[in-house]
């Protein structure tokens, strides 16, 4: 991704003309030689002289200046969950190349519930740019494999944690990734050397901190079935003939949703179901698929109700399903 | 940490004082009028920096010191000084000081004491301060933005006596 950037920013130049190459960000690259010359012209016993003075040269060194970002700062995960990642990017704000020291922290970032486990290793580039955690993922080993970032480059980093069994649902916990300059950080103004040429830490101390936050859904649903019997003769009996009326309340619970919540209960063996008994909410449902209303009754693969719940929260309070069967 | 040299000061063509008199010698034997090639007014540019240091008074203070480690965003303040090193007077003397590459003109920092000072946008016309505008693309005109300087010229008033020393300056951030 770094590559890409660069090499985008540099035909971005070369179409801007020269001085485009200081229209970085990072401004003038470290190393530069910045040349001045100063012209005279006078006269002296009536005939004009030019003449040039000494050229003085101040050469640019280079600036320590690093930016992380993060693509989501509060991310939805569950309790026990793991490998769990955050998405952020490195970027080299300063005007050399530069490399950058990573260090994840969970343990002890303050202003959250828990604390995430980090997963090991913690740090991933995301080398296939997919956004997310997957196979061909490099892990970040500290001081061996340091993302090298040219001016205005960057590098996005995933930042991976579990989350405990013991985190409670809505609760918070932060898990914060550093990159720092390997010339080195700290005061604004702070002077190192780098590979023979001088750096100087800029503004953002060389050092970028930012967390990310993960939030615990415990969003769950709860099915509580029900029946009751009628025999054809008035009696509650589970005799051949006799009907049973299943009720099952499904109750949303925790933070969060299910998106397209369907329900479906199989029709017990040696039993029929009842055509036209299905209800959601005591309302009706025909036992027509397609999609003329939320329920239907099919027999593909194995008979059974289904009723599409639609988007649920715990603000969309229990549902109820009632259908009726009549034994063999 | 290393301690680098980062301003170096190349001098282009000091006229030292053994070759000035070989050259006026050589000029006298040949008889010819001396002024014509001589160099009489020596200049000599040189790039400093701001430094806040605390006085001997304890007050914070400000002074110049040589440019050091100059990174993008720092102000370079930039001095021509110019020498009459003839023993006769030199006169319409005019300093012109295109601005760096990789740098951007201060906004009315140009002086120059006894001179009118005049800037251009592309190095070849001058104007003042207040009269000089910038081409739009629609081909209006509008007044210059001091980033968009890219020359300076200081036209001295008065005429250079012998071994009258004069310095113009003005400053310019690293882009």
Redo the contacts between chains.
């Keep these: 991704m770094g590559l890409v950037r660069s090499i985008a920013a540099m035909a971005a130049g070369l179409a801007l003309g020269a001085t485009a190459l200081d229209a970085q960000a990072a401004g003038t690259a470290a190393g530069t030689s910045i040349q001045n010359t100063a012209q005279v012209s006078y006269q002296v016993g009536g005939s004009t002289v030019t003449t040039s003075s000494n050229t003085s040269t101040v050469t640019v060194v280079e600036i320590l200046d690093v930016v992380v970002t993060i693509a989501s700062p509060t991310v939805a995960s569950s309790v026990g969950a793991t490998q769990q990642e955050l998405v952020f990017t490195v970027t080299n704000t300063g005007n050399g190349s530069e490399r950058f020291e990573l260090i994840g922290l969970s343990a002890g970032v303050t202003g959250d519930d828990f604390d995430p486990t980090l997963a090991s290793p913690a740090i991933y580039f995301d080398t296939d740019d997919s956004g997310d955690l997957s196979a061909p993922d490099t892990a970040y080993i500290a001081g061996t494999n340091d993302p090298n970032l040219a001016a205005d480059a960057s590098v996005r980093v995933l930042l991976v944690n579990n989350i405990p069994a013991s985190a409670a649902d809505g609760s918070r916990g932060r898990s914060q990734l550093t990159a720092r300059a390997r010339t080195g950080f700290g005061d604004p103004g702070s002077d190192f050397s780098s590979g023979g040429l001088d750096a100087v830490v800029g503004t953002t101390r060389a050092e970028g901190i930012l967390f990310g936050e993960y939030l615990v859904q415990g969003f769950q649903l709860t099915a509580l079935k029900s029946q009751t019997i009628q025999d054809q003769f008035g009696a509650e009996r589970p005799i051949p003939g006799a009907r049973i009326n299943y009720r099952i309340i499904v109750t949303p619970s925790g933070t969060g949703s299910a998106l397209a919540a369907v329900f479906s209960d199989a029709i017990p063996a040696n039993t029929t179901y009842l055509a036209g008994s299905l209800e959601l909410n005591s309302i009706s449902l025909t036992d027509a698929g397609g999609g003329d209303d939320a329920g239907e009754f099919t027999t593909t693969p194995a008979p059974q109700v289904r009723v599409n719940l639609g988007d649920l929260t715990t603000t969309s309070g229990p549902q109820t399903i009632e259908f009726a069967v009549t034994i063999n | 940490?290393?301690a680098?040299t980062?301003?170096?000061?190349?001098?282009?063509?000091?006229l030292t004082k053994a070759k000035l008199a070989l050259a006026m010698l050589i000029f006298a034997a040949a008889g010819v009028?001396q002024?014509?090639?001589?160099?009489?007014?020596e200049?000599?540019?040189?790039?400093e920096t701001e430094e806040q240091y605390t006085d001997d008074q304890g007050r914070a203070a400000t002074r110049l010191v040589p440019?050091g480690?100059?990174?993008?965003?720092n102000e370079?303040i930039?001095t021509?000084t110019?020498k009459n090193v003839?023993d006769?007077?030199?006169?319409?003397?005019?300093?012109?000081?295109p601005v760096?590459?990789?740098?951007t003109y201060v906004a009315s920092s140009a002086m120059g004491v006894g001179t009118a000072i005049t800037y251009s946008l592309d190095g070849q016309q001058f104007a003042s301060a207040n009269e000089l505008t910038a081409k739009e693309a629609d081909g209006s005109s509008r007044p210059a933005r001091a980033a968009e300087i890219r020359a300076i010229r200081w036209t001295y008033t008065a005429p250079?006596p012998k071994g009258a020393t004069a310095f113009v300056r003005y400053r310019a951030t690293?882009?």
Excluded: D, R, Y
């Excluded at chain 2, 006769?88 to 012109?96: F, G, K, L, Q, R």
């Design positions: 940490m290393k680098a980062s301003i170096e000061t190349t001098t282009a063509h000091p009028a002024a014509q090639s001589k160099n009489c007014i200049l000599q540019a040189s790039a440019a480690k100059i990174v993008p965003g370079v930039w021509i110019a003839c006769s007077a030199a006169e319409n003397i005019v300093i012109a000081n760096p590459e990789h740098m250079f690293v882009n």
